[in-house]
Structure formats: structure tokens, C-alpha cells
């Protein structure tokens, strides 16, 4: 069955760069795409961008000058690094599958990870 | 960005009808489909897809949910509402780059 599972550290020290693992199974990378969504303690969901199945990722505007995802196909993993962190950046971080629909993609999530909590704290 | 507004909270009694609206100021709609989404997510919990494209019931979730809505103007419908449905109702538009709306806060009264 589909699981993906998020991975890294709970605790980044301001200014310093947060990395992040999303480990999938059940699909395999070059045929879905896999997105970064956070989520500030208590509050909404934003969507921090997407590695496409032919690897060309999209950002969210707000992050892109601090935002990188990158994959490993061999390995099923899905990584992401933002670099100066802020204390605004203490979230939740999910990773989520692209769905599809009659094999065509229309950017909603379908399956998605538990999660991982990101303090940014000195 | 596309702006997605929802109410912050509804209370509705157990076996009543919800209805959770979703109004975004650009037209999501694109050849024939409209780029809009709903999950639910309880508290804890990550999201669980409920729609997608609108009207498009997930795979395992129950007839009770169902979705419309064209344009700017998109709502969610649970009918009948049961415990379980206690949630916080997100819509997602993928027209542009993704956005969220804040999330509809679903009391069972």
C-alpha cells in the first residue's frame, strides 16, 4: 500500500539550514510526484512546493530563494532543505503524493505522511 | 496567488447537513474541470482527501460527502453529519501553484 514517512531533526538552531527525508512506498517516484506541506503549530496548511516524476520541482513563491527539493530514485526518498531559518518556521512538515486522475495529474494530494515537527530554536 | 476564503467555524446538530463553502478570487476553473479540493484533517491527524476536482469522491470515503461548485464559489456537504465528522475542512485550489484556504472548523453539536 502507499505510505510515505517523513524524517529529520525536531530541533534547528535559527539561521542554520533544515533537512528533511520523505521515505515512500507502494509507488515509485517516476511516475508520481511528491509535495512539501507545512503547518505551523494551530494553524493552516502551505504548500511548499513539488518534485515532479521527471524530476522538474515548482516552488511556492514565498519560499523559492530558500527552498530546495531533491530526490533519490534508487533509495525512494524525497528530500527537502530550506536554508535560514526563523522561529515563523517551526511547523509540522508533511510530505504528500501529487494524485491523478484517468493517469493525468491535477496537483491535489492523495496520500499523505504523518508528519514531522521542526522547532526553530536556540 | 490564489486567495481561498472560508468560514472559521460551524456548528451543526448530529444527522443534520454541513455545508462548508470556499470562495477564491480567481476563476479556478481550466478546460472543463475545476482545480478545486477538499481534505479533512483532525486534530493529530495529517489531511485525508474527501474531493478532488470539485465533485470527485476519494477512494473510501463515504457517499455522505459530497462536493460542488464552479468558478470562484465551491462548497463541501456532509450529509448526515455523524461524531466522527469533528474535523477542521480544508479546500485547496490547483489552478496556479497550490494554496490552501484557512480551514472551516466542523463542531457536532
Same mark, same amino acid.
Given at each position: 500500500q502507499v505510505q510515505l514517512k517523513e524524517s529529520g531533526p525536531g530541533l534547528v538552531q535559527p539561521s542554520e539550514t533544515l533537512s528533511l527525508t520523505c521515505t515512500v512506498s507502494g509507488f515509485s517516484l517516476t511516475s508520481y510526484g511528491v509535495n512539501w506541506v507545512r503547518q505551523p503549530p494551530g494553524k493552516g496548511l502551505e504548500w511548499m512546493g513539488t518534485i515532479w516524476n521527471d524530476g522538474s520541482t515548482d516552488y511556492n513563491s514565498a519560499l523559492k530563494s530558500r527552498l530546495s527539493i531533491s530526490r533519490d530514485t534508487s533509495k525512494s526518498q524525497v528530500f527537502l532543505k530550506m536554508n535560514s531559518?526563523?522561529?515563523?518556521?517551526?511547523a509540522i512538515y508533511l510530505c504528500a503524493r501529487d494524485g491523478e486522475s484517468l493517469g493525468a495529474?491535477?496537483?491535489?494530494?492523495?496520500f499523505w505522511g504523518p508528519g514531522t515537527m521542526v522547532t526553530v530554536s536556540s | 496567488d490564489i486567495v481561498l476564503t472560508q468560514s472559521p467555524a460551524l456548528a451543526v446538530s448530529l444527522g443534520q447537513r454541513a455545508t462548508i463553502s470556499c470562495k477564491t478570487?480567481?476563476? +479556478?476553473?481550466y478546460y472543463g474541470n475545476s482545480y478545486m479540493h477538499w481534505y479533512q484533517q483532525k486534530p493529530g491527524q495529517q489531511p485525508k482527501l474527501l474531493?478532488?476536482?470539485?465533485s470527485n469522491l476519494a477512494s473510501g470515503?463515504?457517499?455522505?460527502f459530497s462536493g460542488r461548485g464552479s468558478g470562484t464559489d465551491f462548497t463541501l456537504t456532509i450529509d448526515? +453529519?455523524?461524531?466522527?465528522?469533528t474535523a477542521t475542512y480544508y479546500c485547496q485550489q490547483s489552478r496556479n501553484l497550490p494554496t490552501f484556504g484557512s480551514g472551516t472548523k466542523l463542531e457536532i453539536k
Open positions: 531559518l526563523q522561529t515563523e518556521d517551526t495529474s491535477y496537483w491535489y494530494f492523495d | 478570487n480567481q476563476n +479556478v476553473d474531493i478532488y476536482l470539485a470515503i463515504p457517499a455522505r448526515p +453529519v455523524e461524531a466522527d465528522d
